[in-house]
């Protein structure tokens, strides 16, 4: 019998190989973008990531008694998480934006949709929904964050500075996925593998369209001295 994580990777092979073909990204991983078109991603990456931490506790607010051991599987992922934000934000000052002008901005249509459904599904649904996306976005970290983290300072003739949050949580991500397919596995009611593999599929599309209003014009690279 294969295990819950299993499933939930076979279940949603279709959404992510649907994100992983998105010009935005398939061309970061060749180090095909601008700089500019970098700093665009790291702002939306800032709108969403700072929200994380307040979304782990809405979810942990909503979990039964019965749930108590994933209640403190987010705790850990808390610790984690703070300040993540402000990484990004150091990160796009080393590269020339402007830091605090993205702190006090708006996220694109696209991310403030992404996050909406999150809370929405975590408040009103089902809380345990909160793991699918996880799911996504540190499978995605894993699968991508070093590699595009790599050909864009090569591209660019950049340092390291500028990818902080990047790099960690390429490296990062590969112990939460552990953590993440341990934890999951423990989930015996079918209703929340339900709810965690439908918010997996949804957040697919939705982070996807988070890399899809990003402006970028493909293959035209800026080459910085």
Not at 81 to 104: K, M, N, T
Not at 121 to 127: A, E, T
């Given at each position: 019998?294969?295990?819950?994580?299993?499933?939930?990777?076979?279940?949603?092979?279709?959404?992510?190989?649907?994100?992983?073909?998105?010009?935005?990204?398939?061309?970061?991983?060749?180090?095909?973008?601008?700089?500019?078109?970098?700093?665009?991603?790291?702002?939306?990456?800032?709108?969403?990531?700072?929200?994380?931490?307040?979304?782990?506790?809405?979810?942990?607010?909503?979990?039964?008694?019965?749930?108590?051991?994933?209640?403190?599987?987010?705790?850990?992922?808390?610790?984690?998480?703070?300040?993540?934000?402000?990484?990004?934000?150091?990160?796009?000052?080393?590269?020339?934006?402007?830091?605090?002008?993205?702190?006090?901005?708006?996220?694109?249509?696209?991310?403030?949709?992404?996050?909406?459904?999150?809370?929405?599904?975590?408040?009103?649904?089902?809380?345990?929904?909160?793991?699918?996306?996880?799911?996504?976005?540190?499978?995605?970290?894993?699968?991508?964050?070093?590699?595009?983290?790599?050909?864009?300072?090569?591209?660019?003739?950049?340092?390291?500075?500028?990818?902080?949050?990047?790099?960690?949580?390429?490296?990062?991500?590969?112990?939460?996925m552990k953590f993440f397919e341990?934890?999951?596995?423990?989930?015996?009611?079918?209703?929340?593998?339900?709810?965690?593999?439908?918010?997996?599929?949804?957040?697919?599309?939705?982070?996807?369209?988070?890399?899809?209003?990003?402006?970028?014009?493909?293959?035209?690279?800026?080459?910085?001295?």
């Amino acid at each position: 019998m294969p295990t819950f994580f299993e499933r939930l990777r076979a279940e949603t092979e279709l959404e992510r190989q649907g994100l992983s073909q998105i010009p935005q990204i398939t061309d970061a991983l060749r180090g095909a973008i601008s700089r500019d078109t970098y700093i665009a991603f790291l702002e939306q990456a800032y709108h969403h990531v700072r929200c994380t931490v307040p979304l782990m506790m809405a979810a942990g607010s909503r979990l039964s008694h019965q749930q108590e051991y994933l209640c403190e599987a987010l705790v850990e992922y808390v610790k984690e998480e703070v300040g993540h934000q402000d990484r990004i934000l150091s990160d796009i000052s080393y590269l020339g934006g402007d830091a605090e002008a993205v702190r006090h901005g708006k996220p694109n249509f696209a991310t403030e949709v992404m996050v909406a459904y999150a809370f929405d599904s975590v408040c009103r649904i089902n809380p345990v929904s909160f793991f699918g996306m996880v799911f996504v976005l540190e499978g995605t970290s894993t699968a991508l964050a070093t590699k595009a983290a790599d050909a864009i300072r090569q591209s660019l003739r950049l340092s390291k500075d500028g990818f902080s949050y990047l790099y960690s949580h390429g490296t990062l991500d590969l112990e939460h996925m552990k953590f993440f397919e341990q934890l999951v596995n423990r989930i015996p009611e079918e209703p929340n593998r339900q709810a965690i593999i439908h918010m997996s599929k949804r957040m697919f599309r939705l982070y996807g369209n988070v890399f899809r209003s990003i402006p970028h014009i493909s293959s035209q690279v800026q080459d910085v001295a």
